[in-house]
C-alpha cells in the first residue's frame, strides 16, 4: 500500500511503500500542491519517524528535519505502524 505525506514547507514528498520510504522534492514553489519531480533519497521501511504533540513538528527525514503540521501525524503514525508494528507518538 502507498501512502503519501505531502509536506510543503519544504518542497517534499514523503512516499510511504512496503518496502521502503522515499523522499521526493518537487520542484516547485513550497506551498503549491504538485507531484513528484526527483528522488532525493530512500530510507528502509523500518525508519520511524517521530513527531512532537504541537501543533507542527520538525520531523528528521533522512538527511534533513522537515517542519510537518498535525494534520499529518496520523499519516506518521500509520507509516510507524507498518514499520515497527506499533505506532508511536510524541
Known sequence: ??????????????????????????GQFRWQRTTPSRLLYSLPRATILRHDAGSWSKVPVGEERIWLPSKAYP??????????GAAPSG
Open 75 to 84: 499519516l506518521l503514525d500509520e507509516a510507524n505502524a507498518g514499520a515497527s
Open 1 to 26: 500500500m502507498l501512502r503519501w505525506i505531502v509536506v510543503l514547507n519544504r518542497g517534499r514528498i514523503i512516499a510511504v511503500t512496503d518496502r521502503r520510504l522515499a523522499v521526493f522534492s518537487t
